[in-house]
């Protein structure tokens, strides 16, 4: 069996979404992602500046990545790196909020999945 630092971790790339990019990290906390990798495409809205206490604490793993089209570069470039940090790694916009359905909820204070909550 595989030992990994990280069950869920979420891949983002992201280009000045500063005034989004906490509330989407604070959300998919509460539901069980334990770790970011934010690839950053040019922000001009300060966006590392207001990350910097999840970079510090280590939640989040900040990458700069300037360019056009950097999607599928900056997916290979994640999965290289980081694909034995984690059991599982989603790919998600900023726009995106990953919801537990009813019957399968895992709670990130206990670290347990709890079944059929009612």
């Keep these: 069996m595989e ?6 971790s979420f891949v983002a790339i992201v280009k000045n979404e500063a005034p989004y990019i ?3 990290i604070e959300f ?11 690839y ?4 001009s809205d300060n966006l590392k ?4 206490p ?8 900040y990458h700069s990545s300037p ?3 950097m999607q599928n570069v900056v997916y290979t470039d994640a999965v290289t790196r980081h694909k034995e940090e984690s059991k599982y790694m989603g790919f998600i916009d900023i726009d995106e909020f990953v919801v537990p359905n009813e019957n399968n909820y895992y709670d990130a204070k206990s670290k347990k999945h709890i079944k059929d909550i009612g």
């Design 3 to 8: 030992d990994y630092k990280n069950k869920l």
């Design 22 to 24: 906490v509330e989407w």
């Design 28 to 38: 998919h906390r509460l539901v069980g992602v334990d770790k970011f990798y934010i």
């Design 40 to 43: 950053d495409n040019e922000s």
């Design 49 to 52: 500046e207001l990350l910097n």
């Design 54 to 61: 999840y970079i510090k604490s280590g939640i989040v793993v």
């Design 67 to 69: 360019g056009k089209r």
